[in-house]
Nanobody, 118 residues
Framework: QVQLVESGGGLVQAGDSLRLSCTASGRTFSGDAMGWFRQAPGKGREFVAS????????TYAASVKGRFALSRDNAKKTVALQMSSPKPEDTAVYFCAAVPGESGWDYWGQGTQVIVHS
């Protein structure tokens, strides 16, 4: 069974830092792009960041660029999202995803809640 499991969410004060991790099991995604999305209360799911299979190229949403950093360790089957200087508007459930395709991403985690308080 293929699984993506997120961890690291929680309550954080604005301006502090938080690190989210996503660990894959059931198969390796070392040859695939992976990404993070988020869904705030009452809003749709939105793209946060993605990383190519080597980790050499990352893409960020404008709202997080310069504050968040995405990395991956293919040997450990993990992808990490370092959230620096989070803002209250970053409050959302964060989802890990893998293997982008024409109709969307093929694999999703169940999400981890992040709450940023001022």
């Amino acid at each position: 069974q293929v699984q993506l499991v997120e961890s690291g969410g929680g309550l954080v004060q604005a301006g502090d830092s938080l690190r989210l991790s996503c660990t894959a099991s059931g198969r390796t995604f070392s040859g695939d792009a992976m990404g993070w999305f988020r869904q705030a209360p009452g809003k749709g799911r939105e793209f946060v960041a993605s990383i190519n299979w080597t980790g050499s190229r990352t893409t960020y949403a404008a709202s997080v660029k310069g504050r968040f950093a995405l990395s991956r360790d293919n040997a450990k089957k993990t992808v990490a999202l370092q959230m620096s200087s989070p803002k209250p508007e970053d409050t959302a459930v964060y989802f890990c995803a893998a293997v982008p395709g024409e109709s969307g991403w093929d694999y999703w985690g169940q999400g981890t809640q992040v709450i940023v308080h001022s």
